[in-house]
């Protein structure tokens, strides 16, 4: 089945840096890739939308400039947090629609730790 | 507005008794609903999904789901639970909203714990 392969799994960097995600799609070509963050117990929060070849289009109270994210092939879309704080510790998790009516497919996640 | 609701934060269950974790929705037009797992550090696991058809969806793991367009409900179920079953699970619905490949719109998860 469609698979998206997700790196890294876990991550520890100090407040200041950045910190790149990738997200792969291994046997299909994703056009587009949703990129989630999911607090401790809690739901997955919606940050953006990648698509191919576009800008990326970001929710509500999203800071643009923080979250980087690109999506320059049909199978590959990254997620950088720059100039990461504490507070941007938290699961990310991206995501990409199969073809229309068939579902998604998940990544398994990151954990983002900033210390 | 499109939304999900899940309104147990957690179910108890124990082995071998069936379970029932309760979702209902509010989208315009017919849903595409879905039910995902999640467990510990893990991306999403899928369960599965109503599109159209019966209204008694089979999935994954002994899973199943019964969509009820008159309540608005898609609850989750699976005759015999298993300890292995604990886990986080989310009921979703398809933004459509949005036109073309519509994000997906998650409840607030809930957390199914298995006792032997």
Redesign the interface.
Known sequence: GAVVSQHPSRVICKSGTSVKIECRSLDFQATTMFWYRQFPKQSLMLMATSNEGSKATYEQGVEKDKFLINHASLTLSTLTVTSAHPEDSSFYICSAPLSFGSGYTFGSGTRLTVV | AQSVAQPEDQVNVAEGNPLTVKCTYSVSGNP?L?W?VQYP??????LL?Y?TGDNLVKGSYGFEAEFNKSQTSFHLKKPSALVSDSALY?CAVRDMTSG?????I????T?LAVHP
């Open positions: 595409y879905f995902y550090n893990r991306g999403l696991q899928f999904k599109i989310f073309g490949y519509n994000k997906l998650f409840g607030a998860g957390r």
